[in-house]
């Protein structure tokens, strides 16, 4: 009795191993895929993401985007060549991308509109995407995502190839932004996460094909994508402005500007990984002219007839509780400094201007996101 049970177990065990094999034997050749142009893929399904690291700032709202872009580079996704029977034939061809996820909502980035999708690996975690293509050494634009789940969306860049007997590669460049999407997100890392899908595309007199069987997929390995909240901030300073003293005869009427001065603000140990830092400015007295950066003086000044302006390098006035962006932040770059060059001077307020002091404040404010 026990003798027939060894031999069963045996033949299963055998027959587990020699269907595995197979099928090992199935995924790894290659696949021709293509009516004119016949493309494959040149080293198999999957183009990966670098590990990174997004940090979401302390003021970031849903809705916001989150660190830089993440980019997966795949110069030689498919190897190509002209069908014999279509040597002579000119084939427009591009690259599809396709959303495997639901959409969110949308968002606009440098002036274009993209869908922001669940990244379903985190809860409050969303993401955009964009994609470009190289068709035998011509590049086409970056393309927003702007699709639903289970539709391949076609970019409007085709560029033409004639068959010359060669192979020659196609290629995809997937960028992924993420997205605030609630306010539950958390810290730590994630399961594999794929983005996006791609595949190649042609069509010849009315007629398309698609790379079906040889789409690409755009992926984060697991614990490769890791989002930090411990909310890193610069250290900030406060800075005094001395402005030089200015003859009361000199203020000619409403608007004489006087006594510009330069400072600087000086961010230090900014955090890498944030999609941007802006600051802004509230005075600590009452607005006269927010269009040109005027606010009154403190109580404790002894001149009348004159306000504080506040201007950048460039002498446009700053709008007070209107965030700047800091335009110099690189993501990349920890405990980084920042300086920002700005000026203050008098600007008169009122027809009779009395001599004293003058005396004022402004608080500035940093966002980070």
Not at 204 to 212: A, L, Q, R
Not at 225 to 241: F, K, M, Q, R
Not at 267 to 286: D, E, N, Q, V, W
Request: aromatic share 12%; glycine share 10%; charged share 10%.
């Amino acid at each position: 009795m026990s003798a027939i049970k060894e031999y069963k177990m045996k033949t299963i065990v055998t027959g587990v191993v020699f269907a595995f094999l197979m099928l090992m034997a199935m995924c790894g050749a290659a696949r021709a895929d293509g009516t004119w142009v016949n493309c494959e893929r040149t080293k198999g399904y999957y183009q990966y993401f670098d590990s990174t690291a997004i940090q979401v700032g302390k003021d970031a709202a849903v809705g916001d985007l989150l660190g830089t872009w993440a980019t997966s580079y795949n110069p030689t996704a498919w190897t190509c060549s002209h069908r014999t029977n279509y040597q002579s034939y000119t084939i427009p061809m591009a690259v599809q991308g396709y959303p495997p996820y639901a959409i969110w909502g949308t968002t606009q980035v440098d002036g274009q509109t993209y869908n922001v999708y669940h990244t379903v690996v985190k809860t409050g975690l969303g993401y955009i995407a964009r994609w470009r293509y190289t068709v035998k050494g011509q590049t086409s634009d970056w393309y927003p995502l702007t699709v639903a789940n289970g539709v391949y969306q076609t970019p409007s860049q085709l560029f033409t190839v004639t068959g010359d007997g060669s192979t020659w590669n196609l290629g995809v460049d997937v960028q992924i932004r993420f997205v605030k999407t609630a306010t539950s997100l958390t810290a730590g890392s994630t399961s594999v996460f794929d983005p996006m899908y791609m595949r190649h595309y042609q069509t010849y007199g009315g007629s398309t094909s698609v790379g079906s069987g040889t789409y690409m997929i755009a992926d984060f390995l697991a614990g490769g994508l890791i989002i930090s909240t411990t909310g890193g901030t610069c250290t900030t300073s406060d800075v005094n402005v001395n402005l030089p003293a200015v003859s009361r005869a000199d203020f000619s009427g409403v608007g004489y500007i006087a006594a510009r001065t330069d400072f600087n603000l000086n961010f230090t140990k900014c955090p890498a990984g944030l999609s941007s830092i802006r600051y802004l400015f509230t005075p600590t007295t009452a607005i006269i002219d927010n269009t040109h950066g005027v606010f009154a003086l403190a109580s404790s000044s002894t001149a009348g007839g004159v306000g504080i302006q506040l201007l950048d390098s460039q002498d446009i006035p700053l709008s007070f509780n209107t965030a700047y962006l800091l335009t110099d932040y690189d993501p990349t770059q920890d405990n980084a400094n920042y300086t920002v060059p700005l000026r203050a001077g008098l600007y008169q307020t009122s027809t009779n201007v009395s001599s004293g002091d003058v005396r004022g404040s402004v608080t500035f404010t940093l966002v980070y996101k």
